[in-house]
């Protein structure tokens, strides 16, 4: 199971890589080249693999009770809010949770709607506002140096944060609203003492994935 969930992964997303190398290779010996195949990548394709990986690991360890029934297992792999970006979730926090009923309530309709244009606020006004000055950085480097080099590292560090925050942000907002609570992605990194507590506070979910890999 894990070799055909890894192998589906590196087929699609790194045959063109791999080739394009091969290619570059051959070039330094000959003319000949290799046709580079166009994939169709499926959409979330990774993060399928993560939690299709995690219930194989998590079965098999004893630690969650196989799936009975086919279309809650497909639930689990292809929940729509998380499927771009995370978090990845593990099956025993959800399967308990799309066995019960779930009645609309406004605390979950307006908490959810808050969170989501809280993560909108931060990907199009923060993050997008600030890419523009970092591409003005990026493009003309030889213009900008000192202090403009600090200020591009401060200002693509928010970027990246408040764009990745920001679709968790959305993606947490969209699950509440059905009655869904996904588990938290991140924990106010940059509050962080050393390096490997902001990796313990970064992309939580991935963290833990990880871990479970490792036994």
Not at 122 to 150: C, H, N, Q, S, W
Not at 160 to 171: C, E, L, R
Not at 181 to 193: H, I, M
Request: contains cysteine; hydrophobic residues 50%; glycine residues 10%.
């Amino acid at each position: 199971g894990l070799i055909l969930n890894f192998g589906i992964l590196a087929v699609l997303k790194y045959t063109g890589f791999t080739m394009s190398i091969v290619n570059d290779i051959l070039g330094l010996f000959t003319q000949t080249s290799l046709t580079v195949p166009s994939l169709i990548l499926p959409l979330g394709i990774s993060f399928y693999t993560f939690r299709s990986t995690g219930y194989l690991i998590d079965v098999y360890r004893g630690k969650a009770k196989a799936a009975t029934n086919l279309g809650k297992y497909a639930l689990f792999i292809s929940f729509f809010p998380a499927v771009m970006q995370g978090p990845i979730c593990r099956y025993n926090d959800l399967a308990t949770q799309f066995d019960t009923p779930h009645e609309a309530e406004w605390d979950n309709l307006s908490a959810g709607l808050l969170r989501v244009l809280w993560g909108f606020f931060k990907k199009l006004v923060v993050a997008d506002t600030l890419m523009a000055a970092v591409k003005t950085i990026v493009r003309t480097p030889e213009d900008f140096g000192g202090m403009y080099v600090l200020l591009l590292i401060i200002l693509y560090s928010a970027v990246i944060y408040g764009d990745f925050t920001g679709g968790i942000d959305i993606v947490l907002g969209a699950a509440q609203i059905l009655g869904i609570k996904l588990p938290e992605n991140f924990n106010r990194p940059f509050s962080s003492k050393s390096t490997a507590e902001y990796w313990n506070r970064w992309h939580m979910t991935m963290g833990n994935w990880f871990n479970l890999l490792m036994g």
